[in-house]
T-cell receptor, first 116, second 114 residues
Framework: AQSVTQLGSHVSVSEGALVLLRCNYSSSVPPYLFWYVQYPNQGLQLLLKYTSAATLVKGINGFEAEFKKSETSFHLTKPSAHMSDAAEYFCAVSLLFSGGYQKVTFGTGTKLQVIP | NAGVTQTPKFRILKIGQSMTLQCAQDMNHNYMYWYRQDPGMGLKLIYYSVGAGITDKGEVPNGYNVSRSTTEDFPLRLELAAPSQTSVYFC?????????????FGPGTRLTVT
C-alpha cells in the first residue's frame, strides 16, 4: 500500500521568505514522487518529479524538492516566495504495475498564502 | 496541442438526473483517468483506462460509468445524480513511456447536485 501525508493544510509566508511544504510518503517499493500545483479554478500542473535519478529535483518557477529515503520525505522548497506562488500544492506518489498501469495517490493538499 | 479538454465547465443537476462529462486529449496518451476533488480530501480516482476498450474501477466508482471507444475520448457518465456527487471532476492523461509517469490534467468540471 502507498500513502502520502502533507503536513499543514494551510501555510502562510511573507513575500521573499523561504517556502517549505512538507510531504512524507509510505511505499513498499521505491516510488515515483511528484509535486503538482493548482491555481484557483484550474486543473493540476506538474511542478517537478522524482524518478530515481538525482535526489535533488528542480522544477518550474524556482521550486525544488529533495528525496530523502531515510526520512521517507519529499519536501518542496523555494528560496524566495512570490505573490504568484499563492496556490494549492499536492504531493503524489506513483507505483507502476505490470501492464503499465500507474496507481497514483495524492496528498490532501497544502494551500500556500503569500503575504505582501 | 490543446492538451486535455473537459466540457462542460459548470453544471447544476437535479437529484435523479443523468449527464455525461466529456473529456478529450490530443497527445495520443494511452492512459486516462477520472478524479473527483472534494475540499480537504485531495483527489480520489473514480475510473481509469489503459487504452481504447479497456477500463477499470478506481477508489470511488459507485454511481459512475465510463467508456473508452477511442484513444482520444474518455467520457464519464452519471446515471442517477445524488447530492454526494457534488464535486469538481478532473480528467487526466499520461503517456505509456518509461520514466514518463506524470499526469496531464484538464481544467475540471464543477458539478452541483441539488
Amino acid at each position: 500500500a502507498q500513502s502520502v501525508t502533507q503536513l499543514g493544510s494551510h501555510v502562510s509566508v511573507s513575500e521573499g521568505a523561504l517556502v517549505l511544504l512538507r510531504c512524507n510518503y509510505s511505499s513498499s517499493v521505491p516510488p515515483y514522487l511528484f509535486w503538482y500545483v493548482q491555481y484557483p479554478n484550474q486543473g493540476l500542473q506538474l511542478l517537478l518529479k522524482y524518478t530515481s535519478a538525482a535526489t535533488l529535483v528542480k522544477g518550474i518557477n524556482g521550486f525544488e524538492a529533495e528525496f530523502k529515503k531515510s526520512e521517507t520525505s519529499f519536501h518542496l522548497t523555494k528560496p524566495s516566495a512570490h505573490m504568484s506562488d499563492a496556490a494549492e500544492y499536492f504531493c503524489a506518489v506513483s507505483l507502476l504495475f505490470s501492464g503499465g498501469y500507474q496507481k497514483v495517490t495524492f496528498g490532501t493538499g497544502t494551500k500556500l498564502q503569500v503575504i505582501p | 496541442n490543446a492538451g486535455v479538454t473537459q466540457t462542460p465547465k459548470f453544471r447544476i443537476l437535479k437529484i435523479g438526473q443523468s449527464m455525461t462529462l466529456q473529456c478529450a486529449q490530443d497527445m495520443n496518451h494511452n492512459y486516462m483517468y477520472w478524479y473527483r476533488q472534494d475540499p480537504g480530501m485531495g483527489l480520489k480516482l473514480i475510473y481509469y483506462s489503459v487504452g481504447a476498450g479497456i477500463t477499470d474501477k478506481g477508489e470511488v466508482p459507485n454511481g459512475y460509468n465510463v467508456s473508452r471507444s477511442t484513444t482520444e475520448d474518455f467520457p464519464l457518465r452519471l446515471e442517477l445524480a445524488a447530492p454526494s456527487q457534488t464535486s469538481v471532476y478532473f480528467c487526466a492523461s499520461s503517456p505509456r513511456l518509461a520514466g514518463r509517469h506524470e499526469q496531464y490534467f484538464g481544467p475540471g468540471t464543477r458539478l452541483t447536485v441539488t
